[in-house]
C-alpha cells in the first residue's frame, strides 16, 4: 500500500512542519509543507497497510494469515505493536537521518499518521502514558536526543498521553543489533533494562521505538515494564519490515 497523504496532516496539527521531505530530504514547497513528504515520496513511501500480523504489525500479503513468521507460536511480552512505515526504499534512508543526523522534526510528521491509522486503537485500549524505549544515557549524550523519546514527545502531542520516559532505563550500552540474530539479540539485551521507580502507577501503556525488527528489544523492555506492575504493554513503531 503506498502512502497518499495530502490533507491528512495539515487537520492534525497546528505546527510548525518539517522544511524537509522526511523520505527524500529535498527542501519542500510550501504546499507540501504541510505534508512532511514532497509530491514525489508521497506516491512512493509504503504504509504496512490494512493487511498486518495481529501480534507484531508486520504487513502480510495474504489476507486469510492471522500471525507472521516470527510470532507463529512465539509468546510476546507485549500484546500487539502497530507500525505506520515499511521498512524500505527511501525510509531507510529517513531513519537513519532521524536516528543519526538530527532531523527529529520528522517526528511530528510521524505522529500525524500514526494518529490519522491508529487513533481508534489507542483509544480503544486505554492508554494511560507513553513510554520510549530507553537509550543508555552516556551514548545519548553524545548523540544529544534518543529518536524513540523524541517519537514519543510528538505522539503525546498529537493525543494528548503524556510521557512517561524515566520509569525505565537501559543499563548497559549494547551491541548494534542489527548484524545479530535472533538467539544473539536476545544475550545481547539479557538484563539491559531495568526500571527505575518501584511505584509505577499506570496499568496500560503504548512503548515506541523508531524501527522494529524481531521485536527483541520490546519484548525485553515490555518483560521489566510487567514486573513493575504495569499490566498491559502495546507497542508501536515508526518501522518495520517488508510485506511477508
Known sequence: MYLHIKGIIA?????????RCVACDKVLLKIEKEMGFCASCSKKVKLVGPVFCMKCGTPLADDRVEYCKDCQGATRAFIQNRAIY????????AMYRFKYGNRRCYAMTFAAHALHYYRNWINEKGIEAIVPV?????????????????????????TGIPVAEEIVQRD????????????????????????TKNDVQF???LLVDDIYTTGTTMDEVAKVLKQGGIDQVYGM????????
Request: hydrophobic share 40%; glycine share 6%.
Open 11 to 19: 487537520p492534525l496539527l497546528g505546527v510548525l512542519y518539517p522544511k
Open 86 to 93: 515499511q521498512y524500505a526504499g527511501d525510509m531507510k534512508d
Open 134 to 158: 530507553p537509550m543508555y544515557k552516556p551514548k545519548e549524550k553524545r548523540r544529544g536526543y534518543n529518536q524513540a523519546a523524541v517519537f514519543a514527545q510528538a505522539l503525546s502531542q498529537v
Open 172 to 195: 548497559k550500552d549494547t551491541e548494534a543489533m542489527k548484524q545479530l540474530n535472533a538467539l544473539k539479540r536476545k544475550k545481547n539485551l539479557l538484563k539491559a533494562f531495568s526500571l
Open 203 to 205: 496499568r496500560k501503556v
Open 237 to 244: 513503531c515508526v518501522c518495520i519490515g517488508e510485506v511477508q
